[in-house]
């Protein structure tokens, strides 16, 4: 059974990411596994860290009633740390046949940041693509016409 390990994150682009790895794992009779990936809490943080983990089980409960609703198989898991790295190294753990995530959006404003930042950290997916050992599906946010 192949497994699909996407990223669900609560954005409307990891939505339709969603809907691409549920197309193509009920296509294939394959397993999700839904990845909620939450950046290190602060010191500052640490004392609300129960309301930060609430808000990544209800994303991820959300994208696993949609699964169950189309009879595609799932399994959920909750990480911290940096994005890019705690994909790849989900990917290879769980023997993860394929990745899916979102683009980012990419407002003029998000394209400037991005090209003085890409140097220092590069792009998630960029990084992903580069470091994951399984293909890479980065999915386009749906435009509008």
């Not at 004392?47 to 209800?58: I, P, S, T």
Request: hydrophobic share 45%; aromatic share 4%; proline share 3%.
């Amino acid at each position: 059974m192949p497994r699909f390990l996407v990223v669900v994150d609560g954005t409307a682009e990891a939505a339709v990411a969603l809907d691409k790895a549920m197309d193509v794992a009920a296509a294939a009779g394959g397993e999700l596994i839904l990845l909620g990936v939450e950046r290190e809490p602060s010191a500052w943080e640490l004392h609300r860290r129960k309301r930060f983990q609430g808000v990544a089980n209800e994303m991820l409960a959300r994208a696993n009633s949609s699964a169950a609703a189309r009879g595609i198989r799932t399994s959920t898991r909750v990480e911290q740390g940096d994005k890019a790295d705690v994909i790849t190294h989900i990917a290879g753990q769980e023997r993860c046949d394929q990745i899916f995530v979102a683009e980012a959006r990419s407002t003029f404003t998000d394209r400037l940041i991005s090209a003085f930042t890409a140097a220092c950290t590069g792009r998630i997916a960029e990084r992903v693509i580069s470091d994951a050992g399984v293909p890479v599906t980065v999915v386009a946010p749906k435009t509008k016409r």
